[in-house]
């Protein structure tokens, strides 16, 4: 899921848009592992493949939920996603 985040710097007003489930956000075919832009542009984004290769946070625990589950490639399985989606909920 996509969320934005709104704040102010020197009173100019910017929104950080990320992916909430280890995706990249993508504009124009362009994937990012977040975006922030001026809140006046209101760009928008979609999310975009699995940041399982990304050298992140989000990537470590992506390749610890493989270790865990047993996958050996750096994708995500239904059970890694899983895994994740309880790891970050704390569960």
Same mark, same amino acid.
């Given at each position: ?17 990320? !992916?909430?489930?280890? /995706? &990249? ?8 592992? +977040?975006?922030?832009?001026? =809140? ?18 989000? !990537?470590?625990?992506? /390749? &610890? ?8 490639? +750096?994708?995500?399985?239904? =059970? ?12």
């Amino acid at each position: 899921m996509i969320v934005q985040e709104h704040f102010t710097v020197n009173g100019r007003d910017f929104v950080q848009t990320k !992916s909430t489930d280890f /995706r &990249y956000v993508v504009r124009d075919g362009i994937s990012y592992s +977040e975006a922030c832009d001026p =809140a006046e542009f209101n760009r928008q984004y979609i999310e975009g493949d699995f940041m399982g290769n990304a050298n992140t946070e989000e !990537s470590a625990l992506v /390749r &610890y939920a493989n270790e865990l589950t047993g996958n050996e490639d +750096e994708t995500l399985t239904e =059970a890694t996603e899983t895994l994740i989606k309880q790891l970050k909920e704390g569960n």
